[in-house]
């Protein structure tokens, strides 16, 4: 069994900064992505960033330059830097990870948080 525990969220102000963690535990071989989703409300789930177990991130053009995405402990941690909140930043945000639960499991699947609330307001 698979657990991922994301967490984090809370209300910031414009401009302000949070700092997302999702830890990943379990029946757990080998990971090769983490990353994070949001969706703000009335809106679809929207892809935010990612780093693989080579360390190489990718980020959406929206948070690009303000997030920045790192992993440790084997990637069975990572985190989310936000800088430079904005309103439009406001969602409950999700960690995921794609992940082998046993050496002898062909494929790699997805598993998820239960999410994290960032509020941007003042």
């Known amino acids: 069994q698979v657990q991922l525990v994301d967490s984090g969220g809370g209300l910031v102000q414009p401009g302000g900064s949070l700092r997302l963690s999702c830890s990943a535990s379990?029946?757990?071989?080998?990971?090769?992505?983490m990353g994070w989703y949001r969706q703000a409300p009335g809106k679809e789930r929207e892809w935010v960033a990612s780093?693989?177990?080579?360390?190489?991130?990718n980020y959406a053009d929206s948070v690009k330059g303000r997030f920045t995405i790192s992993s440790e402990n084997a990637m069975r941690t990572a985190y989310l830097q936000m800088n430079s909140l904005k309103a439009e930043d406001t969602a409950v945000y999700y960690c995921?990870?794609?992940?082998?639960?046993?050496?002898?499991?062909?494929?790699?699947?997805?598993?998820w948080g239960k999410g994290t609330l960032v509020t941007v307001s003042s």
């Open positions: 995921y990870a794609n992940l082998k639960t046993d050496y002898y499991t062909p494929d790699y699947m997805d598993y």
């Open positions: 379990g029946r757990i071989f080998s990971i090769s992505v």
């Open positions: 780093i693989t177990s080579s360390s190489r991130t």
